[in-house]
């Protein structure tokens, strides 16, 4: 049986510095940027059980959130966003249903993107 692990995607915060929304105490794996995401999952070669979302990870994404933009492709980082949808193609190529989730982003339109996209594949909406 595989060991269960737990992702907590953030460029810049820990799990205990989350205080605006509520996350479960567990023993976290943080990862920071898209590549370590994705190579974390492809390494272990099955989901996470619980995945922890933020949506900018990297410091070029929040001068545009602040302004109310959103051109992601223009930028050299992908976001927490990039990450799901990774995730969601990955569930697609291996039958799996999405793992539980939360999404602790202070971004409210990034956030909602991130809900809206695996709330969508959740519910048979591809």
């Given amino acids: 049986m595989s060991k269960p692990y737990y992702i907590f995607l953030d460029d810049e915060r820990f799990p ?4 605006w929304t509520q996350i479960p105490d567990l ?4 990862i920071r940027s898209y ?3 994705r190579a974390l999952i492809s390494l272990k070669g099955y989901l996470p059980e619980f995945i922890s979302f933020d949506h900018d ?3 070029e994404h929040y001068a545009d959130m602040i302004k109310g933009e959103s051109d992601y492709s223009k930028y050299s980082e992908m976001t927490g ?8 193609n990955y569930c697609i190529e291996k039958n799996l249903s999405i793992p539980k989730y939360t999404i602790h982003s202070m971004n409210p339109i990034g956030a909602q ?3 809206c996209l695996l ?5 048979g909406k591809r």
């Fill in 16 to 19: 205990n510095q989350v205080k």
């Fill in 27 to 30: 023993p976290w794996t943080v």
């Fill in 35 to 37: 590549g370590n995401f």
């Fill in 57 to 59: 990870l990297s410091i």
């Fill in 81 to 88: 966003y990039d990450c799901a949808k990774w995730l969601v």
């Fill in 113 to 115: 993107n991130i809900k």
């Fill in 119 to 123: 709330n969508n594949f959740s519910n």
